[in-house]
T-cell receptor
Framework: AQKITQTQPGMFVQEKEAVTLDCTYD???????LFWYKQPSSGEMIFLIY??????QNATEGRYSLNFQKARKSANLVISASQLGDSAMYFC?????????????FGKGTKLSVKP | GAGVSQSPRYKVAKRGQDVALRCDPI?????LFWYQQALGQGPEFLTY????????KSGLPSDRFFAERPEGSVSTLKIQRTQQEDSAVYLC????????????????FGAGSRLTVL
């Protein structure tokens, strides 16, 4: 069965520093996609970045990058130059392309707190 | 609309009451999903629609949960005879792309409906 593991319940980072949020996944499928979402206290899930299992380059979106290590089944999110507005819950998610059309499986999340 | 709209944002129900949660997806979005998010947990899949067809309801926890999308746009999640364990945030998401090999099929989420069952 597919599974997402986020081992850091909470993380602290100083403003303007970089932070890495860990995510490992378990799947026997070869075709899948990995996503990171941000959930601020308002509750809405905000899409950050996507990595396909066949993408050779690590995905980047502005200050967000995804450190994809396929052999280790890890997809860590790196946030550079943290800002106070980055304080939120962060969820790693996976879709396997052989499953329910578009269904995402989420990890339990990491709460990031950015200190001024 | 510009985003996914959910109502009510907050609902308090007495145990045994029926509740209905509404989701208004982004106009033109084919796919619609419902997720349940318990406190301190990640969202868990409940059900999926492609237009008006409910293609997957494997995540619905019991037959007290029912979802519909009769005209392929607005969806309603109904919970009958609510129990305390139903207390959670119910998230709706929609996407334009359909089909299993859709790559970066990014889901756009609403802000959720927080249900508290007393």
């Amino acid at each position: 069965a597919q599974k997402i593991t986020q081992t850091q319940p909470g993380m602290f980072v100083q403003e303007k520093e970089a932070v890495t949020l860990d995510c490992t996944y378990d799947t026997s499928d070869q075709s899948y996609g990995l996503f990171w979402y941000k959930q601020p206290s308002s509750g809405e899930m905000i899409f950050l970045i996507y990595q396909g299992s066949y993408d050779e380059q690590n995905a980047t979106e502005g200050r967000y990058s995804l450190n994809f290590q396929k052999a280790r089944k890890s997809a860590n999110l790196v946030i550079s130059a943290s800002q106070l507005g980055d304080s939120a819950m962060y969820f790693c998610a996976m879709r396997w392309f052989g499953g329910s059309q578009g269904n995402l499986i989420f990890g339990k999340g990491t709460k990031l707190s950015v200190k001024p | 609309g510009a985003g996914v709209s959910q109502s009510p944002r907050y609902k308090v129900a007495k145990r045994g009451q029926d509740v209905a949660l509404r989701c208004d997806p982004i106009s033109g979005h084919v796919s619609l999903f419902w997720y349940q998010q318990a406190l301190g947990q990640g969202p868990e899949f409940l059900t999926y629609f492609q237009n008006e067809a409910q293609l997957d309801k494997s995540g619905l926890p019991s037959d007290r949960f029912f979802a519909e999308r009769p005209e392929g746009s607005v969806s309603t999640l109904k919970i009958q005879r609510t129990q305390q364990e139903d207390s959670a945030v119910y998230l709706c998401a929609s996407s334009f792309i359909q089909g299993p090999y859709s790559g970066a099929n990014v889901l756009t989420f609403g802000a959720g409906s927080r249900l508290t069952v007393l």
